[in-house]
């Protein structure tokens, strides 16, 4: 097991979609290593936001970091493909979305990307700890998925614990990343309970000043 550098993925559902490859840029600059791209249908969850070709035109753009696709749609394996070819990384689902949760995540593997998982509020650790050790990322989100800037519900840290002492245990590479809420007062706390991935979306580009934000992110993760 190799221990994981933490990094913030700005959610750019939270960014200037007339300028997104600008807002890429900035925060990109202002010290993120990848970027989180929220996938919603309408139908999984009561929002409608992005597709395969926001993610294409973001590398025709000239983004070159990971891009971390978030699906929130049902059913799930079609897009999957469509993600994969537009270039994403990192492609993350929900079981609740997928029939055979092990073969879609497989589909992943064999597309080229990275698999993962994301598990809502009230998801148990227990749905996807069967296939944990073929996942590069588990997600757990700490807020109720569909809408941005919505707070923390403060008993995800409880699920946090448990699902870095799950992976911890059985020695395994998955990325554990939070979703939901994050802000400069809560992430150290978030990042002692066990997370070293943080989607971070109206706290960064609600802000003024994108680097000082971020900055101010990395210190409470640095000091966690």
Known sequence: MTKQVPIIAPSVLNAD????????????????????????????VP??????????????????????????????????????????????FHPEASKHLDRSVQLIRD????????????????????VLGQLDLLLLMSVNPGFGGQAFIPYVLDKLHQARQLIDREGFNARLEVDGGIKVHNIGEVCRAGADTFVVGSEIFASDDYAATMSALLAQIDAA
């Open 17 to 44: 979609f007339a300028r997104l490859g600008e807002e890429c840029d900035r925060v990109l600059a202002a010290g993120a290593q990848m970027v989180h791209l929220d996938v919603m249908d309408n139908h999984y």
């Open 47 to 92: 929002n409608l936001t992005v597709g395969p070709m926001v993610c294409q035109a973001l590398r025709n753009y000239g983004v070159t970091v990971p891009i971390d696709v978030h699906l929130m749609v049902e059913p799930v394996d079609d897009l999957i493909e469509s993600f994969a070819k537009a270039g994403a990384t990192y492609i993350s």
């Open 111 to 130: 597309l080229g990307c990275k698999p993962g998982v994301v598990l809502n509020p009230a998801t148990p650790i227990a749905t996807v700890e069967h």
